[in-house]
């Protein structure tokens, strides 16, 4: 298992600042994504961040909006940039975890962005 | 194109009474099916996770079924309480680390 770390929780934004949010893993993985989930929907994946190297944005998200570290095996943050209240979301770290056909996937409890 | 539809979206029920969540999926190839729990403000924690031979899970009082002919799965929560008041969410892999997530059935469970 693993246990993940968010900071912030929620914050509320101006429109056209940023906001960079933490992600803490207690221990070393290799695969770490990022999530998006908007009202009512379902989790939306932005990006696989990988150690070392740039992270891999799904279709729809682009670097200079969503901007990735990754220094270690253990952290990531996400900035959202140039804020707009479409951005209001929760943003959610995600670790992959297991072996092959029983891969796991834990998650962090969620960053609330309120823009407006 | 990879989809998972859930059904109902929203549900009402009185605690201590059963119910059940559907999951309808078209992902291929199949690799596992994973139910989550996710409270309100929190992220998803996960209940169960099948893959293509097994067809029952059980975790507590969520049992969750897995029909790999039909791309059917569903979720029994059994003599509900106040806590199991959630979105539950149903995620098929391929294979990967990147599933297919369903938008989730809202549970409310009153007293």
């Known amino acids: 298992s693993a246990v993940i770390s968010q900071k912030p929780s929620r914050d509320i934004c101006q429109r056209g600042t940023s906001l960079t949010i933490q992600c803490q893993v207690d221990?070393?993985?290799?695969?770490m994504f990022w999530y998006r989930q908007q009202p009512g929907q379902s989790l939306t994946l932005i990006a696989t961040?990988?150690?070392?190297?740039?992270?891999?944005?799904e279709s729809g998200f682009v670097i200079d909006k969503f901007p990735i570290s990754r220094p270690n095996l253990t952290f990531s943050t996400l900035t959202v940039s140039n804020l707009s209240p479409e951005d209001s979301s929760i943003y959610l770290c995600?670790?992959?975890?297991?072996?092959?056909?029983?891969?796991?996937?834990?998650f962090g409890e969620g960053s609330r962005l309120t823009v407006l | 194109k990879n989809q998972v539809e859930q059904s109902p979206q929203s549900l009402i029920i009185l605690e201590g009474k059963n119910c059940t969540l559907q999951?309808?999926?078209?992902?291929?190839?199949?690799?596992?099916l994973r139910w989550y729990k996710q409270d309100t403000g929190r992220g998803p924690v996960s209940l169960t996770i099948?893959?293509?031979?097994?067809n029952t899970k059980s975790n507590g009082r969520y049992t969750a079924t897995l029909d790999a002919d039909t791309k059917q799965s569903s979720l029994h929560i059994t003599a509900s309480q106040l806590s199991d008041s959630a979105s539950y969410i149903c995620?098929?892999?391929?294979?990967?680390?990147?599933?297919?997530f369903g938008r989730g059935t809202s549970l409310i469970v009153h007293p």
């Open positions: 999951c309808n999926y078209t992902v291929s190839p199949f690799s596992n």
């Open positions: 995600s670790v992959g975890t297991g072996s092959s056909n029983r891969e796991e996937l834990f």
């Open positions: 099948m893959t293509f031979s097994e």
């Open positions: 221990s070393q993985v290799t695969m």
């Open positions: 961040a990988n150690q070392g190297s740039e992270a891999t944005y």
């Open positions: 995620v098929v892999s391929a294979g990967s680390y990147i599933p297919t």
